[in-house]
C-alpha cells in the first residue's frame, strides 16, 4: 500500500476508525519514511456538529505537528449518502492533485467491509458487488485498516487515551446501512455464525479475487465483441450469444457502463433483459434500461443515451460541387466527388456516374420513408426499404443513409450504386467518381 519517500494524504473525518489510522500511520511515518498531511472534508450536515468535527481534525493535525487540508461541501438534495460518496471522490482527487500525493489512506476496517458485503447481498448485486471495499484502487486511495475490527480500532484508541468525535448520525435507524449495522448484523452473529463478519470479509477477498479475473477477461473480449462510436456502443447478437452465460452477463454490463459513465442502478434483470433481446429470434427490438436506449435490428444490438436521435436531427441536405469533399451531417461519412476518365475509375458500375447525363444541380441528402429508384441493370423500380431489408441494414443506418440526387431523381445510393440511365459504361467520357 504505501512505499518509503510517498507523501500520503491521510482522510480523518474525526470518528474513531479515522483517527486510529492517523496515529498508526503517525508512529509508522519515520521508520517507513512517509510524509503525511491530514486531509478533512466538511460535509456540513450536522450544523455546528460537522463544524465542531473540522476544528477537532484541525487541533490533531496542531498536535501533532502534521500538515491539514481541508474543504467543504455543500450536498445537493436527494440520497445522501451517494451525494456524499460522490462529493468525497471529487474532494480525494483535487487533494490529491493540489498536494502531490501519492497516496490517499482511508479508515475503513473489517467491520465496515462485513457491513458492505452484507448490504449489497440483500440489494441482489453480483460477484462485482461482493467484492465491495478494495483494499486498493487505481487512483491511490488505500485502506490500511481493512483487516481490523471495529472493536479492536476502539480498544486501541482507550488503551492509550486517544480521543474521538461520535457521529450522532451513525445510530440513526432511517439508515438502511444502521439497521444492518446496528440490529441485522449483530443478530445474524448472534444467532447464526459467531464468525459471521470474518465469513462476510472473506467473502469480499473470494469476489475480488474472482473479478480481477474477470476484469482482464472482459477488457479482451470487448476489445474484440464492443463497437463503441461515442457516445454509442454497437455489438453483433450471434458473438455475444456464443459466449459463456458468464462471460455474456458481463459483457453487457461493460457495454452499458461505455455508454452512461457508471454502472449505478443496472442490477441482474437488467443485464438479463439485454441479454434475453439479443437471443430473440426476432430480428428487431427495442429496451429501455437506466440511462441508455438498447436497439436491436437484425445481428446488431445499439446502445445509446436516451433522446440522442430525434425527428429534429434527422433530416439532411447538402448542395453538392464538383469537384468536392463533402463532411456528411450527425457522423454519416465524408464523400470526395471527383471527375476522371473512365479507365482510371476503380469499379465505376457501382461507384461512378455518367458525368454527360448529369446536366444541372446535383444534391444529397439522407435516404426519406417512400424514396425508390430504378437501378442499373434491374427491372423495374425498388423502394430503398426493401433493398435495406435485403442487405440486412440496420434500422439506425438507415435515417443517415446518403442518396445522391439529379432533379427531384434518385440518381445513386450507397451500396445499392447509379439509377438506371445514370451509370458509367466503358464509353463514358467523364466519370463522376462517388468515394466515401
Avoid at 490500511?144 to 480521543?163: C, K, M, N, S, Y
Avoid at 480481477?212 to 464492443?226: C, F
Avoid at 454502472?263 to 434475453?276: S, T, V
Wanted: hydrophobic share 45%; glycine share 10%; charged share 25%.
Amino acid at each position: 500500500m504505501l512505499a518509503p519517500g510517498q507523501h500520503v494524504g491521510v482522510a480523518v473525518s474525526g470518528g474513531a476508525d479515522s483517527v486510529c489510522l492517523l496515529h498508526v500511520l503517525t508512529a509508522l511515518a519515520g521508520d517507513w519514511g512517509l510524509r503525511l498531511t491530514i486531509i478533512h472534508l466538511n460535509h456540513c450536515l450536522r450544523g455546528a456538529e460537522s463544524g465542531e468535527d473540522a476544528r477537532f481534525v484541525q487541533e490533531l493535525a496542531q498536535n501533532l505537528q502534521l500538515a491539514f487540508h481541508g474543504a467543504a461541501a455543500m450536498l445537493p438534495p436527494g440520497n445522501v449518502e451517494q451525494e456524499g460518496r460522490e462529493a468525497r471522490v471529487r474532494f480525494f482527487a483535487s487533494a490529491k492533485a493540489e498536494l502531490g500525493l501519492d497516496r490517499i489512506a482511508l479508515g475503513h476496517t473489517a467491520s465496515d467491509q462485513a457491513e458492505t458485503v452484507l448490504f449489497r447481498f440483500l440489494r441482489g448485486s453480483g460477484a462485482a458487488g461482493l467484492a465491495a471495499i478494495r483494499p486498493t484502487t487505481g487512483d491511490g486511495r488505500v485502506r490500511p485498516l481493512i483487516e481490523i475490527g471495529r472493536d479492536d480500532v476502539e480498544g486501541f484508541l482507550t488503551e492509550r487515551g486517544l480521543a474521538w468525535r461520535e457521529d450522532g448520525t451513525n445510530r440513526d435507524l432511517t439508515f438502511a446501512r444502521n439497521r444492518i449495522r446496528h440490529q441485522l448484523l449483530p443478530a445474524l452473529t448472534r444467532d447464526w455464525n459467531p464468525a459471521l463478519p470474518a465469513t462476510l470479509a472473506n467473502t469480499a477477498e473470494w469476489a475480488r479475487g474472482e473479478e480481477d479475473y474477470w476484469q482482464t477477461e472482459i477488457d479482451r473480449l470487448a476489445g474484440i465483441v464492443l463497437q463503441p462510436i461515442p457516445p454509442r456502443v454497437l455489438f453483433d447478437v450471434n458473438t455475444l450469444c456464443a459466449l459463456p452465460v458468464a462471460a455474456s452477463r458481463r459483457l453487457v454490463r461493460r457495454a452499458v457502463e461505455m455508454v452512461r459513465g457508471d454502472l449505478r442502478g443496472i442490477d441482474f434483470c437488467h443485464a438479463e433483459a439485454l441479454r434475453a433481446l439479443a437471443a430473440a429470434p426476432d430480428g428487431h427490438g427495442r429496451i429501455q434500461l437506466p440511462g441508455v436506449d438498447v436497439f436491436r435490428s437484425f445481428e446488431w444490438i445499439r446502445m445509446s443515451p436516451p433522446g440522442l436521435e430525434t425527428q429534429a436531427n434527422r433530416d439532411w441536405e447538402l448542395l453538392v460541387l464538383v469537384p468536392g469533399t463533402l463532411l456528411l451531417p450527425f457522423g454519416a461519412g465524408t464523400m470526395r466527388l471527383e471527375l476522371k476518365p473512365v479507365e482510371s475509375v476503380y469499379n465505376y458500375k457501382v461507384n461512378g456516374l455518367d458525368w454527360d447525363r448529369l446536366a444541372g444541380s446535383l444534391g444529397l441528402r439522407n435516404w426519406r420513408p417512400g424514396d425508390q429508384y430504378t437501378r442499373e441493370g434491374h427491372a423495374g423500380t425498388d423502394k430503398l426499404k426493401h433493398l435495406f431489408q435485403e442487405a440486412r441494414v440496420p434500422l439506425w443506418e438507415r435515417r443517415k443513409w446518403p442518396v445522391l440526387i439529379h432533379e427531384g431523381a434518385i440518381v445513386w445510393s450507397r451500396l445499392f450504386g447509379p439509377a438506371a440511365g445514370y451509370a458509367a459504361s466503358e464509353h463514358t467520357r467523364l466519370v463522376l467518381e462517388i468515394r466515401e
